[in-house]
């Protein structure tokens, strides 16, 4: 109960800030025009998919694509939605109070973290209802259209730990975010580093990369190790803060 107290709390807060409107229509705005390009790729080669076997249709050339691309302009602004979890308490001198409050800081973190996913979903509902409106002339394959949305929420929870965590490491909101942003892409590039490694080094850096394990979504390949990594990761981050703010608590 307490935990979805702090996440009501922390999601009515987002909503109160002209930011987390900017951020909803600016995301429906970009990935709007994204959606209509591909749309009209899709236009332009279906005379020539007509007569091809085992053709791609809709879900591979409109609601693929764009689901790739949300996931990079997420990736951009997700650190502008965390940066404020944390940082902008201890800023204000608000943790303080929080902290001796009584309530663990594991209920905190959770908390804090259901509540911007619960945004972040807000905006994944969103982008989820253009490919739906395919229905009225077309047909999707649910089957691959649900692996790239999943795929797409594990990687915003992804986005999001990191983005509580580095939000627990300063009082600046601006620092938090900019540092986000770094880890993000980092582990959304990293996969480079191992293209052009070998043997085990390249396995573990190929393991870390972000981008390696939301691809096999994206096609509709649903592995329990693509799975697995993006629940180890978000604990990870997780456990990461809590241990954070308890040392912090303690000091205190």
Same mark, same amino acid.
């Given at each position: 109960m307490i935990i979805f107290n702090i996440a009501m709390r922390e999601l009515r807060s987002m909503f109160l800030s002209p930011l987390a409107w900017s951020i909803l229509g600016v995301v429906q705005f970009i990935l709007g025009y994204m959606f209509l390009t591909q749309i009209d790729t899709f236009m332009m080669v279906q005379p020539r998919l007509a007569g091809m076997e085992g053709a791609p249709g809709i879900t591979d050339i409109i609601v693929a694509p764009l689901l790739g691309n949300a996931a990079i302009v997420l990736l951009l602004i997700v650190p502008l939605i965390t940066m404020r979890l944390v940082s902008d308490e201890r800023r204000s001198?608000?943790?303080?109070?929080?902290?001796?409050?009584?309530?663990s800081m594991t209920e905190i973190v959770i908390g804090k973290y259901l509540g911007v996913l619960g945004?972040?979903?807000? #905006?994944?509902?969103?982008?989820? *209802?253009?490919?739906?409106?395919? +229905?009225?002339? !077309?047909?999707l394959d649910f089957g691959k259209f649900l692996s790239c949305l999943l795929g797409l929420a594990l990687l915003l929870g992804g986005f999001a730990a990191v983005g509580l965590f580095m939000s627990t490491l300063t009082a600046q909101p601006t620092v938090a975010a900019v540092s986000t942003f770094g880890v993000l892409l980092l582990l959304w590039i990293i996969d480079w580093a191992a293209a052009s490694g070998?043997?085990?080094?390249?396995?573990? #850096?190929?393991?870390?990369?972000? *981008?390696?394990?939301?691809?096999? +979504?994206?096609? !509709?390949?649903?592995?329990?190790?693509?799975?697995?990594y993006y629940l180890l990761f978000i604990t990870t981050f997780l456990v990461f803060s809590i241990r954070r703010l308890d040392s912090e608590r303690l000091q205190h």
């Open positions: 001198q608000t943790l303080s109070l929080l902290m001796s409050a009584p309530v945004f972040l979903f807000i #905006i994944l509902i969103m982008i989820a *209802l253009m490919p739906l409106s395919l +229905l009225i002339g !077309g047909e070998n043997g085990g080094t390249a396995t573990v #850096i190929s393991y870390i990369s972000m *981008l390696r394990h939301y691809e096999p +979504l994206l096609k !509709g390949v649903f592995n329990s190790t693509d799975i697995a």
